[in-house]
């Protein structure tokens, strides 16, 4: 049976290999969900697409399933995340009630601009927007635009509904862009990563929907894939990453991200590299 991959490279010592990455992918996914509020799509979406590579798969696919199956995983990431944050009280509900909806629906958009959009263009929009935030986390202060979010409700929609867009396409949970933007607006920084959390669930329950329903008649794509999303990674991934998720929350109160911040900021700047370079 031709599945329109190499299934040569299917033997014993390279599907150990291939889960063993996955599991630990999961682990730091989780990890940083939980510590930086950088979402650990950041991570999984490279490392997928990368993987799906390996095994020759055509490269609009390879985009397109990687970014579905991170926002896939980082449902139960988020859910985790979120309650571990929620306990200490760094959770804000009236952000979630001006942002969530707006957010909401831009991320199902997203979800289905997918069906139109090639695998270079997702790359591209993870390629550019990561040098971006690699560039913002290196800084030594983050940006201040004002001491308090925008008075307008159709501004802070406006807000939320591009990190919505762009996260989906990303294949991230937001808080890559939302803490950052938060930030910006003078917003305490662990209530702005545990608001993020839950901001990462209202991005990726729509956006994986969209990228379900734009997957369902492509050819090409892995056995037990589901739309755009590979059921089998999500289930390596996903469940190592719920796990790290509240051990990550935990250290953000524990530590200074500080170097650690810089030292992702260094891997992801080179990842974002070779996303565009693909």
């Known amino acids: ?109 997203g979800g289905i601009m997918s069906k139109f959009i090639p695998g270079g263009g997702l790359r591209l929009v993870f390629g550019v927007v990561g040098l971006l935030v690699a560039v913002n986390m290196a ?37 890559t862009l939302s803490v950052p933007t938060l930030s910006s607006f003078s917003f305490p920084v662990h209530r702005a990563v545990g608001t993020s959390s839950a901001l990462g669930l209202l991005i990726a329950l729509p956006a994986v929907a969209g990228f379900i329903w734009s997957g369902l008649e492509v050819a090409g794509r892995p056995p037990l894939s589901l739309g755009y999303v590979s059921l089998p990674a999500v289930a390596i991934v996903a469940p190592v990453s719920f796990l790290f998720a509240p051990l990550g929350a935990r250290l953000a109160h524990a530590l200074n991200p500080r170097y650690l911040k810089l030292a992702f900021a260094f891997f992801l700047a080179i990842t974002a590299g070779r996303m565009l370079l693909s």
């Open 1 to 109: 049976m031709n599945f329109g991959f190499d299934t040569s490279l299917f033997d014993g010592l390279t599907i150990a290999m291939l889960v063993a990455g996955l599991a630990i992918t999961g682990v730091a996914s989780g990890v940083l969900a939980g510590l930086l509020g950088v979402g650990g799509g950041i991570v999984i979406v490279p490392v997928l697409f990368w993987v799906l590579a390996l095994f020759h798969f055509s490269p609009d696919v390879t985009s397109h399933l990687a970014v579905a199956t991170s926002l896939a995983v980082i449902i139960p990431t988020s859910i985790s995340s979120m309650r571990s944050h929620g306990k200490r009280g760094n959770v804000d509900r009236p952000l979630l009630d001006l942002w969530g909806p707006a957010i909401f629906i831009s991320a199902l958009i």
């Open 139 to 175: 800084m030594p202060k983050h940006l201040v635009i004002s001491d308090q979010l925008p008075q307008s409700s159709w501004i802070n929609r406006a807000i939320a509904s591009v990190i919505g867009v762009v996260s989906s396409l990303m294949g991230i949970g937001g808080g």
